[in-house]
């Protein structure tokens, strides 16, 4: 009889059914899932209209034992579709097993993210959303943010969305791009979701730069490519000459984007690509205001390990080397003292007070003739100026001896 239903013409198939269904009534899961779904590659829904059509009993069971037969052998059936949801969401109160519901979930959402089915309605999602909105599926099971653009649900909905379904570290910049013009964009839903932020960078980095210097914007513990992202922004617009100076409550939210930056862990390229725009915008602040903000970012650029005699190492960065012969074909690479940069760039904007009590010292310097030029030309200059003699002592003990040639 199961030879005969799975090999029988089309038009044969329903007298064969017919005639299983009078011999072996308790056949109805194997003549459903195995032949019917599995073997001739029929839609769910029309399995199961064959099914009652024939004779067989149907209910909630025929669905459990569909989602058994796949779940045991990890392999989903790829062929379910809209009408098929349909019949397994009238039928979901029905599955009193969690897993089975979980499981007709999951499905559902491989089905919203196919780029082979039709276009998808807000309506109906919301429809649906007995079958997914209980969900908690882990990242490779959540929906890219392409996925759910113009919806036209309400505030709430979407951002309950946002929150359980959605990998906004996907590529965001549309759905960034809808967020803003509805209005959707809240500080819990920017400060919650760090993709979000970067895909704003693309869409409108001055709205994201306002909201950073209003502390709407907060990072905790960023993300690398997001905190550089930021970093290049706030430069850009800050450094528009036309823009007015910062006050005090926007020089407090800038540097507290800024010492947030150590959290940044085993990132010494990303710190070295964006050192210029971070001291840049470490200037701008005022130094009565600036507080311990250089003796925390100056510590982005060590090691934190302390060494034995005091102090820390300079992190090193993994940079092209141009005079390497052949480094381009080869990308032969460098390290580079990341510190040494941020000494280069610090000594343009400090009094030799604020860099003595507040820059972090190395561990021990072996300077290169570039840095020790320049240290040394600026360290003339403000030893011109009246100087504590205890700031003056720290200065060489600390400094000079470590990064000027003996006769500088």
Same mark, same amino acid.
């Given at each position: 009889?199961?030879?005969?239903?799975?090999?029988?013409?089309? #038009?044969?198939?329903?007298?064969?059914?017919?005639?299983?269904?009078?011999?072996?009534?308790?056949?109805?899961?194997?003549?459903?899932?195995?032949?019917?779904?599995?073997?001739?590659?029929?839609?769910?829904?029309?399995?199961?209209?064959?099914?009652?059509?024939?004779?067989?009993?149907?209910?909630?069971?025929?669905?459990?034992?569909?989602?058994?037969?796949?779940?045991?052998?990890?392999?989903?059936?790829?062929?379910?579709?809209?009408?098929?949801?349909?019949?397994?969401?009238?039928?979901?109160? %029905?599955?009193?097993?969690?897993?089975?519901?979980?499981?007709?979930?999951?499905?559902?959402?491989?089905?919203?993210?196919?780029? +082979?089915?039709?276009?998808?309605? @807000?309506?109906?999602?919301?429809?649906?959303?007995?079958?997914?909105?209980?969900?908690?599926?882990?990242?490779?099971?959540?929906?890219?943010?392409?996925?759910?653009?113009?919806?036209?649900?309400?505030?709430?909905?979407?951002?309950?969305?946002?929150?359980?379904?959605?990998?906004?570290?996907?590529? !965001?910049?549309?759905?960034?791009?809808?967020?803003?013009?509805?209005?959707?964009?809240?500080?819990?839903?920017?400060?919650?979701?760090?993709?979000?932020?970067?895909?704003?960078?693309?869409?409108?980095?001055?709205?994201?730069?306002?909201?950073?210097?209003?502390?709407?914007?907060?990072? %905790?513990?960023?993300?690398?490519?997001?905190?550089?992202?930021?970093?290049?922004?706030?430069?850009?617009?800050? &450094?528009?000459?036309?823009?007015? !100076?910062?006050?005090?409550?926007?020089?407090?939210?800038?540097?507290?984007?800024?010492?947030?930056?150590?959290?940044?862990?085993?990132?010494? #390229?990303?710190? $070295?690509? &964006?050192?210029?725009?971070?001291?840049?915008?470490? !200037?701008?602040?005022?130094?009565?205001?600036?507080?311990?903000?250089?003796?925390?970012?100056?510590? %982005?650029?060590?090691?934190?390990?302390?060494?034995?005699?005091?102090?820390?190492?300079?992190?090193?960065?993994?940079?092209? #080397?141009?005079?390497?012969? &052949?480094?381009?074909?080869?990308?032969?690479?460098?390290?580079?003292?990341?510190?040494?940069?941020?000494?280069?760039?610090?000594?343009?904007?400090?009094?030799?007070?604020?860099?003595?009590?507040?820059?972090?010292?190395?561990?021990?310097?072996?300077? @290169?003739?570039?840095?020790?030029?320049?240290?040394?030309?600026?360290?003339?200059?403000?030893?011109?100026?009246?100087?504590?003699?205890?700031?003056?002592?720290?200065?060489?003990?600390?400094?000079?001896?470590?990064? +000027? $040639?003996?006769?500088?």
């Amino acid at each position: 009889y199961f030879q005969r239903a799975k090999t029988c013409p089309t #038009n044969e198939l329903d007298s064969v059914l017919q005639e299983i269904a009078t011999v072996f009534p308790s056949f109805a899961n194997q003549i459903f899932v195995r032949i019917l779904v599995k073997h001739r590659g029929m839609q769910l829904h029309l399995a199961y209209e064959k099914l009652r059509a024939t004779g067989f009993e149907v209910s909630h069971k025929r669905l459990q034992a569909l989602a058994h037969y796949f779940r045991t052998r990890s392999v989903p059936p790829r062929w379910l579709h809209l009408p098929d949801f349909e019949l397994i969401l009238s039928l979901r109160e %029905h599955i009193d097993d969690g897993e089975m519901q979980e499981w007709f979930g999951l499905q559902f959402l491989s089905y919203w993210q196919s780029p +082979c089915r039709p276009a998808l309605s @807000g309506e109906t999602l919301q429809r649906m959303r007995p079958l997914w909105g209980s969900l908690r599926p882990t990242k490779a099971a959540q929906l890219a943010p392409a996925n759910v653009c113009g919806l036209g649900w309400s505030k709430k909905d979407t951002c309950e969305l946002l929150e359980t379904l959605v990998d906004m570290n996907d590529d !965001a910049a549309e759905l960034a791009r809808e967020l803003l013009q509805r209005g959707f964009l809240t500080p819990e839903l920017m400060n919650s979701h760090q993709g979000l932020i970067g895909a704003l960078l693309r869409v409108d980095q001055h709205w994201v730069v306002e909201r950073v210097l209003l502390g709407e914007v907060v990072l %905790h513990e960023p993300q690398p490519s997001v905190a550089l992202s930021l970093l290049r922004a706030l430069d850009a617009v800050l &450094g528009d000459p036309a823009r007015p !100076a910062l006050t005090k409550q926007q020089c407090l939210h800038l540097s507290n984007f800024l010492a947030s930056l150590e959290h940044v862990e085993k990132a010494s #390229n990303m710190m $070295n690509q &964006g050192l210029e725009a971070t001291m840049r915008l470490v !200037a701008k602040v005022k130094p009565k205001e600036r507080g311990q903000l250089l003796s925390v970012v100056s510590k %982005h650029f060590l090691e934190k390990e302390q060494q034995p005699g005091g102090g820390c190492l300079s992190r090193q960065a993994e940079v092209p #080397n141009p005079q390497e012969p &052949g480094w381009e074909q080869q990308d032969r690479t460098s390290m580079l003292h990341v510190y040494e940069r941020f000494l280069e760039k610090v000594i343009q904007f400090v009094s030799l007070e604020e860099f003595v009590t507040r820059v972090a010292p190395l561990a021990s310097h072996h300077a @290169g003739a570039g840095l020790s030029s320049k240290f040394h030309r600026w360290a003339l200059t403000q030893l011109e100026h009246s100087q504590s003699a205890e700031i003056v002592l720290s200065f060489f003990g600390e400094w000079v001896l470590n990064i +000027c $040639n003996p006769e500088q």
